[in-house]
Every structure is written in C-alpha cells, then in structure tokens.
T-cell receptor, first 114, second 114 residues
Framework: NAGVTQTPKFRVLKTGQSMTLLCAQDMNHEYMYWYRQDPGMGLRLIHYSVGEGTTAKGEVPDGYNVSRLKKQNFLLGLESAAPSQTSVYFC?????????????FGPGTRLTVT | GDSVTQMEGPVTLSEEAFLTINCTYTATGYPSLFWYVQYPGEGLQLLLKATKADDKGSNKGFEATYRKETTSFHLEKGSVQVSDSAVYFCALSERDQGAQKLVFGQGTRLTINP
C-alpha cells in the first residue's frame, strides 16, 4: 500500500514551457486535492476533485488546469510556466466518511521555473 | 471564509523543554481540527486531530484540546526531543460547495537543540 505518490520529485522549467504533475493514490479515495506550498504561506489549495470526472477551483487556480479521468489519478498541468509558479506542490486525498476528513499527502514535487 | 492563525516561528528549544505552539481559528460551523507535521524534505503527516468541542487529540507525546469557547487548538508536548524538529501546521476542515476542504495556518518551524 503506497498511499499517495507524486511524479516527478523535482523539475526545472523555463518560462513558457508546459508540464504535467501526476498524483496517484491506492486507497480508493473519492476526494483529491492539489496544493502549493510557499515560504511563510502554509498550503494553498489550487484545484480539487470530489470524484472521477469532476474538478473544481480552489483558492489559487490561475495558470493551472487539472483532470481526473480515473479515480486513482489526479493530474495538474501548467500550460505556460511562469517564475511565480516556482513552489513545492503537494497532492492529497481523503475519503468523505466518518466525519473527520483527514487528508493523506504525497511527498511533494519541487518545481523551479527560470 | 474560515481561517487559521498559528504562532509565528521559528521556535528554538533545548531538548526536554516544554513546547506550546498556539493555534486559533475562525469558523462559521463546527469544524474538525488537525495538527500536521512536515519533516525536512517530506510531505505532511497527520499528527493528531479532534472532531468536536472538548475532544483531546494525542499522539507521540503531543496533545491538543479543541476549545470552542476560545476557538483554539494549541499543540503541547511535555518534553521535546531533537527528532521533533519539523514544521507544524494547524488546520481545520470546512465544507464548501459540497466538498470538504482543509484550511491551513502558515506553519511553525520548530528546532530542538541537543
């Protein structure tokens, strides 16, 4: 049981390039989330999904797109990377049952845009 | 919207010292409350949680009590160890547009010196 995994772990992009970050979970969770972590700002929600085929915007969605074609995978895309998107990206998942809604996090992807 | 404010860091203590990291929240409903810990180079891990007023969450010697009257969820440990050095995040769960989300504080970096 791997939990939540993220690919890649590190990436350097030039301004204007595109890339896709992959998140996979093997816990059969319905909800999945993408966050970015910047110094002194905690984690901010980019996009989330409440089930296969659904996505919704979070707090900071501009410049990102997402897709949830399979229940276990949640992809985050950057169509035209900007230096402001330099950050550490975390994926998380949870199952909406039991009332506590604790989220399980992946190890993160460190992205640098030059 | 809901928000979480936690004690600014960084916090530096000596081994075996008493630890308190303050966390207060603003919420319209009755959220669940969480403390997550992030060790260097890793993702976030759930440390403890409380789902209703007066609940006490505990794990690995850490404790936090859900205080509705003061809207607080302070993290405490009686005797810290070098291995407790990490960044600690307070968070609450909120329901928004049919989805459960976490709202995080900005994080508190804790360093324990031997």
């Amino acid at each position: 049981n791997a939990g939540v995994t993220q690919t890649p772990k590190f990436r350097v992009l030039k301004t204007g390039q595109s890339m896709t970050l992959l998140c996979a979970q093997d816990m059969n969770h319905e909800y999945m989330y993408w966050y970015r972590q910047d110094p002194g700002m905690g984690l901010r929600l980019i996009h989330y999904s409440v089930g296969e085929g659904t996505t919704a915007k979070g707090e900071v969605p501009d410049g990102y797109n997402v897709s949830r074609l399979k229940k276990q995978n949640f992809l985050l895309g950057l169509e035209s990377a900007a230096p402001s998107q330099t950050s550490v990206y975390f994926c998380a998942s949870t199952q909406p049952a039991g009332g506590s809604y604790e989220q399980y996090f992946g190890p993160g992807t460190r992205l640098t845009v030059t | 919207g809901d928000s979480v404010t936690q004690m600014e860091g960084p916090v530096t203590l000596s081994e075996e010292a008493f630890l308190t990291i303050n966390c207060t929240y603003t919420a319209t409903g009755y959220p669940s409350l969480f403390w997550y810990v992030q060790y260097p180079g890793e993702g976030l891990q759930l440390l403890l949680k409380a789902t209703k007023a007066d609940d006490k969450g505990s794990n690995k010697g850490f404790e936090a009590t859900y205080r509705k009257e003061t809207t607080s969820f302070h993290l405490e440990k009686g005797s810290v160890q070098v291995s407790d050095s990490a960044v600690y995040f307070c968070a609450l769960s909120e329901r928004d547009q049919g989805a459960q989300k976490l709202v995080f504080g900005q994080g508190t970096r804790l360093t324990i010196n031997p």
